[in-house]
Structures are given as structure tokens and as C-alpha cells.
């Protein structure tokens, strides 16, 4: 309330940019240079570099105004509530003055894109409609608490030089197909409609056929409630995005809160990790399901699963504030197993209870556009308390391993076919249950190389003990990488001579590279695991190291390289360290004998899959 109002002179620039060009790690903000000129130092190599306006890639400066544009916003939301609940002129008179500085300076700001281009998909506050739109929203709220304290004149300046160009002109004017990036644009052109009674704003942020909130609701969110898009942190930003205009229609008699929405507040509790984690698919970290927000979803659809996403996180947050009840009842996560979802191609294999479950997820279904990654029969395993097979993820777009690492097949845990990584593609799930206690999953990867068939199979044999069965049918012979990256270090990798390795696709950010021929059964030892390759086919066994959080992070890899036409791999984890042996006889139909305790019997050809206990 005592800072004196100064806005930057200029709009922000796009906060993927503000990464270390060296080691593709976070910055932060160092010391204050000058007038909105800072230091900014990388998070792993702590280099302190400056900024170049003249350089969207490097203006680092522009990257920090975005966030004092953003509390300027968040100053309008915050002073809207508190004028509502005291009454008290000191908050309407500090709404006033930001949203008249706003509307003063909006117009004179150039529009600009995350490149420095002046054109359509741009904003002024920011460089993308995106930006400009999550700006919006707060503000909006904002300006409706304070409106009826503002004077006529006022009122129309706002709307006339602020709100109006920013919606109509900016936001509107650029049209996105279904995407989380277009939620945040309903919203705030709806809640812009709202706040000024314009009919034409709010029917095309609700109604439009292609791009408002009913055909992003119908078309976006698949059957079992995830985001099309396959990226937790786009799922919950989704959720985020779209709460405000369900609120604002809500409180104007107008209904969304529909089944689809509310199963995307379902899904994450359903499909997430023992820890109540969602992992590292596609463009995106990982997710904690423990969020604020939950107090919305259980206020609005009084949903007992809900619940679970405010276990243990208190209720001293805005949303508790906004739209808490009064009294939330016990609430606990689900017990879940073993469970499918066809829709989004998920299935997850679960043993165990708590925090110390077992759970491997296989990842098959819909790519996920723009923000998918070529991963086809990827997988994640979470036990012991934490992910030891993980996804890469993603980090700041702006940073070159996001697209020489994150989002090549290489960095995941499947199969790439002559050093070149998957197209995209939509698999299937063939078989999924349980047999004689093992549970199990096969899916089939799609179309992700000509000629090229790839089926996996998971088995669960208990806590401690996991069958894969990778299966590859081509219609001409292929160098075949079946990749998979442990969270933890080395204890016995290969020891050999390095071997060729392509330059690209990942395969360049590969260090301590050994190989060895393995013409029988193999096992490779990692802290607290031990990798066993069945020797039914010779195989090149090469180990390193992959790019973790930075390039100074790094990851115990391995590959398994055949060059043949037709392969089967069959190998185990064993989360006990002891090494497994394994018996393989056949080739589409393959027979397994683990451990002369199970025999594992698996028909990618007739979708079927048999287990016994010997």
C-alpha cells in the first residue's frame, strides 16, 4: 500500500527465455543494476550474465518485468477482495490507481511476440496472447469487486483504453484451435464480457463452435477426464485456467460446471503415484495432486474424492477464502490397484500400500500435439518412496535440450529404431489384468516407424519384481535401441570400448559411454537395482550417463542394441538387487520361465497373456 506505482516501461518477454544458453538450467534474479536492469545467475553453473533487449533469447530483463506486471495484477485481485470484505476506500482508491495506470500506459505499449515480432498472437503487457490473458483474469476480478466504487468516468476509461483493447483487440483477435492456451483466453475475454455487459465477448468465449469453453470442454477433455494434451502441469493449468470464467457464468446464472470438468479434478487423484505425484509426461515436471484448488471442487460438486487433493495442505490459502465450505469432512486417497484408462492410454500396474506401493505406469495412448512427446510404450516406475525410472519431462522451452533432449525417444524409457526418434502416433492397450496374481499390461506403440511393429508387455510379478517383454516385427532389419534411464548411480555398467553413436537425437548428450557383447544372460547393478537381459538373441549392451535437471546432472542410462528384423527382448527389474533368471523360448508367442517360480506366457499376436506360479 506505500510502494509508489511504477510501471515498467515496457512489456514483458517470455519467461522460457530465461534459462542458461550453457547448461539449460533456471535463472534467477541477482543484484538491481539500474533502472530494470538486473544480474541474473544460472541455478547449475552460477555464471551471472546480463541481459540484451536488442535479443528476445536473451533479454533476461524483459523476463523479470513479467513478474512485476503480474504483481501489479495480482495487486487489483487482492485489493477487489479486500475493499469487498472492510469496505475500506484505502483498497478501492489502490485498485483505482493501478487500473488507471494501466489504462493510461496499455495502448502505448508495442505489441510484441516471444520473437520481437509486432503482429497478431502477440500481446502489449507480454509477448503472447497466453501472457496477456493470464494478466487479464486477476484483473478483471479486480476491477468488477471495486466497480461500483468507481466513478462513470472512470469506469470508462478502464474499459475503453485497458479492458476492451486487451480482450477485443489482443486476446480475441487470435484464434487457437483446442488448447490449454485458449482456456485462459475465454476466460478472460468472458470475464471481460462480464465485468462490462458486452453479449458478443461472452458468447464467444462460451458458445464459439471451434474455440469456446463448450467445445474446449467437449473436445478436449478425453472420456476418462485427462487433458488431451498428455501433460500433467497442462492438466492443472487447464483446471486453472478455466475456473474463473465457471465462476464469473455461475454467479451470472449461467451454469458450466458440467461432467467433464469435473472429471478432470477426478482424473489426477485416480491415475496419479502412490505419493500422490502425477510423473513427468510430455511438456511438463512433475505434478504434486496436493493443490489449493481442490476447495473449488469440492464446494462445487461435493465429491468425496475430491478430498484427497487437500489432504495435509491446510486451509490458509485463497481458494479456502473464496470458496471453501465451512467444514470439510475426513478424506482420504482411494485405495487403488492395478487400473486402465483406454481413453487417455494410461495403464498403471500397482502392489503394495502407501507411500512404498509399487507402481509402473505404461504410456500408449494419444500423442498430445504440440505439447506430446515421441514416447510411445514409455514407461514410469515409482517405488520405494520415489520415481527410479523416470521421464525427462521438460524444461524452459527456451533452452536448446528441450528439443536435443527432452522431446527426442531416446530420453524415454522405449524403443528408438536407427537413431532417429518416433513420430507421433496413437497406440492401443491389447490385453490388460491379472492372472494368478500377476498383473499385467500390452499395448502396441502405433505407427511410429514405416514398417516397424512394437509391442509391450509389463508384467508385475510382486513388489519387488518386473517382466518386460519388448516385441519388434519389421518389414526390412533395423538398428533397434530399447533405452531405459534410472534415477540413481552406477554400480556395474558395461565395460567395454565406446561405441559408435549418431551425433543427434539425443544420442550426443550421451557421456561415459562403454558397450559389450552379451550373448547370454546379463545383469547389469545400479544402487538398489539390478537390470537382467535374458540371452535368448546376442545382443550390444551400451551404458551411460543422460542429462538429468541440467548438463551437470547426470543419469545412469542404458541400451539394449540389436540390428535385426524381427526381435524379442525380455528382461526383468529387480527392485531387491538380485539378479533374475530368466528361460525364454519362442518368438511372437513367447514363454518365460522366471526364477523356476513363474512362467509367463505372452501372444502379442492373439492379444493374450497367461501367468503361473510353478
Not at 41 to 59: F, I, M, N, Q, W
Not at 250 to 255: A, E, L, P, T, Y
Not at 569 to 589: F, H, N, T
Request: with cysteine.
Amino acid at each position: 500500500m506505500k510502494e509508489k506505482i511504477e510501471l515498467p516501461p515496457r512489456g514483458s518477454n517470455w519467461g522460457h527465455w530465461y534459462v542458461c544458453p550453457t547448461h539449460g538450467a533456471r535463472l534467477t534474479t541477482g543484484k538491481r543494476l539500474g533502472p530494470w536492469e538486473w544480474e541474473h545467475v544460472c541455478t547449475a553453473g552460477h555464471e551471472v550474465l546480463k541481459g540484451d533487449p536488442s535479443r528476445p533469447d536473451r533479454d533476461f530483463d524483459g523476463c523479470v518485468l513479467a513478474g512485476i506486471h503480474e504483481r501489479y495484477a495480482r495487486q487489483i485481485q487482492t485489493a477487489g477482495v479486500l475493499f469487498q470484505v472492510t469496505r475500506d476506500d484505502r483498497y478501492l482508491q489502490r485498485g483505482r490507481e493501478i487500473l488507471l495506470a494501466y489504462a493510461d500506459r496499455y495502448l502505448s505499449y508495442p505489441l510484441h511476440t516471444t520473437r520481437g515480432e509486432a503482429r497478431i498472437g502477440g500481446g502489449r503487457l507480454s509477448p503472447q496472447t497466453l501472457d496477456e490473458s493470464v494478466w487479464l483474469i486477476p484483473a478483471a476480478q479486480g476491477a468488477d469487486l471495486l466497480w461500483d466504487g468507481l466513478s462513470e468516468s472512470d469506469r470508462q476509461t478502464i474499459a475503453n483504453k485497458l479492458f476492451l483493447p486487451a480482450a477485443r483487440d489482443v486476446i480475441l483477435a487470435h484464434h487457437m484451435p483446442i488448447h490449454n492456451i485458449q482456456c485462459w483466453k475465454n476466460s478472460a475475454v468472458g470475464l471481460t464480457g462480464f465485468l462490462l455487459g458486452d453479449q458478443a465477448l461472452i458468447s464467444a468465449a462460451i458458445d464459439d463452435p471451434d474455440r469456446g469453453y463448450r467445445a474446449q470442454m467437449a473436445q478436449g477433455v478425453q472420456a476418462d477426464g485427462v487433458w488431451h494434451e498428455g501433460a500433467w502441469g497442462y492438466h492443472f493449468y487447464t483446471v486453472s485456467a478455466v475456473w474463473p470464467l465457471t465462476e464469473a457464468a455461475r454467479n451470472s446464472g449461467i451454469d458450466l460446471y458440467g461432467e467433464p470438468y469435473k472429471k478432470m479434478f477426478e482424473a489426477p487423484i485416480q491415475l496419479a503415484m502412490p505419493n500422490l505425484r502425477l510423473p513427468a509426461f510430455n511438456d511438463s515436471t512433475e505434478v504434486d495432486v496436493h493443490n489449493p484448488i481442490y476447495e473449488l471442487a469440492y464446494a462445487r460438486y461435493h465429491d468425496p474424492i475430491d478430498l484427497a487433493g487437500l489432504a495435509g495442505i491446510g486451509r490458509n490459502n485463497e481458494y479456502a477464502l473464496w470458496f471453501g465450505v465451512d467444514h470439510l469432512p475426513e478424506g482420504a486417497a482411494p485405495a487403488l490397484g492395478s487400473r486402465n484408462a483406454p481413453a487417455s492410454g494410461y495403464a498403471i500396474l500397482q502392489r503394495g500400500e502407501g507411500e512404498q506401493a509399487t507402481w509402473l505406469c505404461l504410456k500408449y495412448g494419444p500423442h498430445g500435439g504440440g505439447h506430446g512427446h515421441p514416447d510411445k510404450n514409455n514407461f514410469v516406475l515409482y517405488a520405494k518412496g520415489h520415481v527410479l525410472f523416470p521421464d525427462p519431462g521438460t524444461r524452459l522451452y527456451g533452452s536448446p535440450l528441450h528439443y536435443e533432449w527432452d522431446r527426442v525417444t531416446l530420453a524415454h524409457n522405449t524403443l528408438t529404431v536407427d537413431e532417429t526418434s518416433q513420430r507421433p502416433a496413437t497406440g492401443k492397450c491389447l490385453a490388460f489384468g491379472s492372472d494368478h496374481g500377476v498383473d499385467y499390461a500390452m499395448a502396441d506403440a502405433g505407427n511410429i516407424y514405416d514398417g516397424v511393429r512394437y509391442f509391450r508387455t509389463v508384467l508385475l510379478l510382486n513388489e519387488k519384481l518386473i517382466v518386460f517383454v519388448d516385441q519388434v516385427r519389421a518389414s526390412k532389419p533395423h538398428t533397434l535401441d530399447l533405452a531405459w534411464h534410472y534415477a540413481g548411480r552406477w554400480v556395474k555398467p558395461a565395460a567395454g570400448d565406446k561405441p559408435n553413436l549418431a551425433s543427434k537425437e539425443g544420442y550426443q548428450h550421451l557421456q561415459d559411454v562403454a558397450s559389450m557383447n552379451a550373448a547370454t544372460q546379463t545383469t547389469l547393478t545400479l544402487d538398489g537395482a539390478a537390470i537382467t537381459l535374458a540371452g535368448n538373441e546376442p545382443t550390444e549392451i551400451i551404458t551411460a550417463t543422460g542429462i538429468g535437471r541440467s548438463t551437470e546432472d547426470r543419469v545412469p542410462v542404458a541400451i539394449f542394441r540389436r540390428v535385426t528384423q524381427q526381435t524379442t527382448y525380455v528382461w526383468a527389474v529387480s527392485l531387491d538387487g538380485a539378479p533374475v533368471q530368466l528361460s525364454v523360448k519362442g518368438g511372437s508367442r513367447v514363454t518365460i520361465t522366471v526364477n523356476k517360480e513363474w512362467t509367463l506366457d505372452v501372444d502379442s499376436d492373439h492379444r493374450a497373456v497367461k501367468c503361473d506360479r510353478m
